[in-house]
């Protein structure tokens, strides 16, 4: 019954999906990658919701509860939070700057405003490399979803199917059938979140689990702790909207005002949290034997919830991992055939950048199954490379002098410094190493920057084609 369920819903998300197509069939690259600039609240509020509330909500956070406690928590909260209000400011000024420079790409506001063919490959180059494992993540949940149903195939084939659904998903009409999707995706995962929640209400009652919990995590945080929570919710708060896939989705709207009353209604869905901490703290009280923390909400679904339901949350699950690897095909795709390759005719480069998803999905199949620690270990590096972006974008969005080399200086030193950091495992007493290395980064372009002024190499003014 499961499985009926869990299809039923696939074969929904591919209808509406060649629903959006709609009105759409000759689509150019523009609408294709970014829907014409065409969004309108709603669509947008889904298909960013769809991007940042993915698999990992309801397998790490639960996980991270169940492993580390309710201090877990603090930090992954907070930086969500702190990054709506960041979000309601910038993010109409990011896409006020994409339709100045007709960028698609993140790197296309780098090239448009600071018109330097190596800034541009410096930050296309490094989007590409730091979003590569994140496939990687996608897959491996997407695979732990699948065997939720008790499908027993081996990884190579749940792997494989995952990624013809999400190549699928991405050829019928791009970031269209993206926000489509979303729409199924979001209430499928809230709905599956929040009777999680209450089936353990009911079973255990929340006094009960709390007491069992509380008696195998801490509740409190010690100095290290609290300097790492502090410093890592300013840090990602950052990088929140430095994804490329995030920048790109904000091209997708009609106008900055759609951007903003996104924003204002996007913390609505920090409601689900608590039934997250709920299932995790029930798989607590339980002493319910998991090979990984990121087993503790499924554990308690399948424990908790009747057969067809199981079927609703492993959709939920599948289609928020296969949201948000079509998400990363349509960055990589548009960075490699725009900004890799500047010369390919736009009438040609649709079609070139479905080749590069084809090739992308099956490089991250070959390296989740042959180098899966080495993957697992570059996820974790991710938000602190992209996060180096912020200040190269802040300037954007500021109109300000600063040479296109400083800022290239400045990005590779954060990024650099930050895998050196992570790969070595330096002590820094719990502060957020991403943040250190976004000062460093900062800290270098300053002194480029006005190291070439007394150079006597001065900045040109700024034009209106955006060349600093």
Not at 261 to 276: D, G
Not at 381 to 392: A, I, M, R
């Amino acid at each position: 019954m499961a499985t009926a369920v869990f299809l039923g819903f696939i074969l929904l998300s591919l209808y509406l999906a060649l629903r959006s197509k709609k009105g759409h069939r000759k689509q150019d690259v523009h609408d294709f990658f970014v829907a014409s600039g065409q969004f309108g609240t709603c669509l947008v509020f889904f298909l960013t919701a769809g991007e940042i509330y993915s698999i990992g909500t309801m397998v790490g956070f639960p996980g991270g509860i169940y492993a580390k406690g309710p201090t877990y928590g603090v930090w992954f909260l907070g930086y969500i939070l702190l990054a709506y209000p960041l979000g309601y400011f910038i993010g109409p000024k990011i896409w006020t700057a994409g339709k100045r420079y007709n960028a698609i790409t993140l790197p296309d506001l780098f090239k448009g405003y600071y018109s330097s063919r190596l800034l541009e490959l410096v930050v296309a180059a490094s989007a590409i490399l730091f979003l590569l494992p994140w496939g990687e993540l996608q897959f491996t949940g997407l695979v732990a979803a699948f065997k939720g149903l008790g499908w027993n195939f081996p990884p190579i084939c749940l792997i494989l199917i995952a990624a013809l659904l999400a190549f699928t998903y991405v050829a019928i009409s791009g970031v269209r059938s993206s926000a489509y999707i979303a729409i199924l995706k979001d209430i499928l995962m809230v709905v599956a979140i929040v009777i999680t929640g209450v089936a353990v209400v009911r079973q255990a009652g929340v006094a009960h689990v709390l007491q069992v919990a509380s008696l195998h995590v801490a509740n409190t945080m010690n100095a290290r702790q609290l300097t790492f929570s502090m410093s890592t919710i300013l840090f990602q708060s950052l990088g929140f909207y430095m994804l490329p896939v995030g920048v790109q989705f904000f091209f997708t709207a009609k106008s900055g005002d759609t951007i903003r009353r996104t924003q204002m209604v996007m913390p609505l869905y920090m409601l689900m949290y608590p039934f997250l901490v709920l299932a995790a703290y029930y798989a607590l009280s339980q002493n319910l034997h998991l090979a990984s923390p990121n087993e503790a909400f499924f554990a308690a679904a399948t424990r908790l919830l009747p057969d067809w339901l199981l079927g609703l949350v492993a959709a939920a699950a599948s289609l928020s991992g296969l949201l948000v690897l079509a998400g990363l095909c349509l960055a990589i795709g548009p960075i490699v055939t725009r900004n890799l390759l500047p010369h390919l005719p736009e009438s040609r480069q649709k079609h070139a950048a479905k080749i590069v998803i084809a090739v992308y999905l099956l490089v991250s199949i070959v390296m989740t199954l042959l180098t899966p620690n080495l993957m697992l270990t570059l996820v974790n590096t991710t938000l602190y490379g992209v996060t180096q972006f912020f200040p190269g974008v802040l300037i954007i969005l500021l109109s300000l002098r600063v040479r296109a080399v400083a800022v290239a200086l400045g990005i590779l030193t954060g990024q650099v410094l930050a895998i050196v950091l992570y790969t070595t495992q330096v002590d820094l007493g719990g502060f957020n190493l991403g943040l250190l290395c976004l000062t460093a980064n900062v800290a270098v372009m300053v002194l480029v920057n006005g190291a070439e002024k007394l150079a006597g190499v001065h900045a040109p003014r700024h034009t209106p084609h955006g060349r600093v």
